[in-house]
């Protein structure tokens, strides 16, 4: 961060005196006015409901350049990491350490991370308390919280260690819970994680094996699946980023952090889009039904969003909502599912809004939930579990995100002010007076 030679200067019409403020230059992107001087100056706050036009952080893990389409993990383009830059763990160690591992880093990185996938064996009680049909994301928020019940060895964020330590302990344990989640709501018994396989294809196993027959790794479903956790990692300052960034401002355990992501994540504007994407396209049911549809989303009465559309950031094509069509492509191929009713119909959805006046002007474009639940649910994933996924891939964004605030010497408990509208002061009446 550079400060800039040109300041920015506020001045009132009413003749109060000026204010300059510094304007800070990142290494690409907007460049930031510092406004922190600005109440003590002014006695008065910004006003920014949804954080529009503010950064929350100053960070170096990822950027997004919305106005072209473009996600950087690190500096490296998302096309480059998720079709020919190794796999997720490769992603995880990027954004954890900044760089990506030769290959005697990712070894002894892929080695302990493997060695962590186990839970403590009590962690089976919690489900027990939850309904079968519990919604996964409960079942999430619940045991990824409890997990700090178990860990009072890594709990001290102030120590790198811990920080390293309960990193590495989250990644590795989140697509065993995610599994035993998805094992609880189907009566079948949990299936323990096993170190000759792969970080993709081990939670594949813990899905689909039973006691009665182990799963057949597939290495183009797994390869796909590894894909999709690659899109997911990482994306900025979204609302269960700055979630877990918020909980953590406050010494917050990393595990409630997490855990507070989660809840966040679950929002069907944010992470809970996947599975609202599926099921609008299972609702629109045919092709011959999406005129209706769209007349239902431009009636403002309705409601009704095109889910997996739209997007805070990127007002072009989302680059991982293209990635995660193509692996659409390669996983319907494998499966012989070519002819997939669903993907053909969101691509006919897709097509529609595209040439559509009122897509068009909003900038709205396909996201990376529109086609996330066709190849998830090509991959046997029920679609209750389809953020549960996400939450499993964003773990790594969360903790990396979680790590650079910790380390971070501008770091503050977050806690922002507010427009007060309410009433001022008044005396209360006696009950018989009101
Ligand atoms: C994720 O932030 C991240 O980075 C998130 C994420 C990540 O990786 O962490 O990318 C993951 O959350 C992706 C987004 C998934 N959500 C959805 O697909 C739900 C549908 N999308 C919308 O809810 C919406 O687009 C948001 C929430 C994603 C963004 O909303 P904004 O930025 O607050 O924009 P807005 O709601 O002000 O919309 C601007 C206009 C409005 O119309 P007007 O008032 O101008 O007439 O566009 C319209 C909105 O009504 N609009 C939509 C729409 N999205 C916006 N209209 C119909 N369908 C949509 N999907």
Redesign the pocket.
């Known amino acids: 961060m550079t400060n800039s030679e040109t300041k920015a200067t506020l001045s009132f019409s009413d003749g109060s005196p000026s204010l300059d403020m510094p304007i800070y230059k990142g290494s690409v992107g907007p460049d930031v006015i510092d406004i922190r001087k600005l109440y003590g100056a002014t006695g008065m706050f910004t006003y920014d409901p ?1 954080f529009m036009s503010t950064a929350a952080c100053n960070s170096s893990i990822t950027y997004i350049d919305g106005d072209k389409g473009e996600l950087l993990y690190r500096g490296y383009p998302i096309e480059q990491l998720a079709v020919n830059g190794g796999d997720f763990l490769e992603t995880c160690y990027l954004l954890l350490n900044g760089e990506l591992p030769n290959a005697a880093e990712k070894e002894k990185f892929v080695a302990t991370v493997t060695n962590h996938t186990m839970v403590h064996e009590q962690m089976q009680f919690f489900f027990r308390g939850f309904r079968r049909d519990a919604h996964p994301m409960s079942v999430l928020v619940g045991t990824v919280g409890a997990l700090a019940s178990f860990y009072h060895d890594s709990l001290d964020i102030n120590d790198p260690h811990h920080r390293e330590v309960s990193a590495i302990r989250l990644i590795a344990k989140m697509p065993t819970l995610v599994a035993m989640a998805y094992k609880y709501s189907i009566g079948q018994p949990f299936v323990y994680p096993r170190n000759d396989l792969s970080y993709s294809a081990n939670f594949m196993h813990m899905m689909f094996s039973t006691p009665c027959a182990e799963y057949k790794v597939n290495d183009v479903l797994v390869r796909a699946l590894d894909r999709i956790l690659i899109l ?1 990692a990482d ?2 300052q ?3 980023t700055s979630t877990v960034r918020l909980a953590g401002s406050s010494g917050a355990n990393p595990f409630a952090c997490i855990a507070a992501g989660i809840a966040c994540l679950w929002g ?4 809970g ?1 996947n599975e609202a994407a599926l099921d609008m396209l299972e609702s629109i049911g045919s092709v011959d039904n999406i005129p209706e549809f769209i007349a239902q ?1 431009k009636d403002k009465n309705s409601g009704v ?9 990127y007002k072009n094509y989302d680059p991982r909502a293209k990635l995660m069509r193509e692996t659409c492509y390669e996983v319907l191929n494998e499966l012989g599912l070519q002819d997939d009713p669903l993907f053909k119909l969101a691509m006919a959805l897709e097509k529609i809004a595209l040439e559509d006046e009122y897509f068009v002007s ?1 900038k ?1 474009y396909p ?3 529109f086609y996330s639940g066709i190849v998830q649910r090509a991959l046997g994933i029920p679609t209750s579990l389809f953020t549960g996924i996400f939450a499993l891939a964003r773990t790594v964004g969360w903790i990396a995100q979680w790590k650079e605030m910790i380390s971070d010497p501008e770091q503050k408990i977050g806690r922002p002010r507010q427009l007060f509208v309410g009433s001022p002061t008044r005396t209360v009446p006696p009950i018989d007076k009101r």
């Open positions: 949804g997911h994306h900025e979204n609302a269960s069907p504007a944010h992470g889009a989303v969003k095109l889910m997996g559309f739209g997007h805070r950031v909003r709205l996201n990376v939930d």
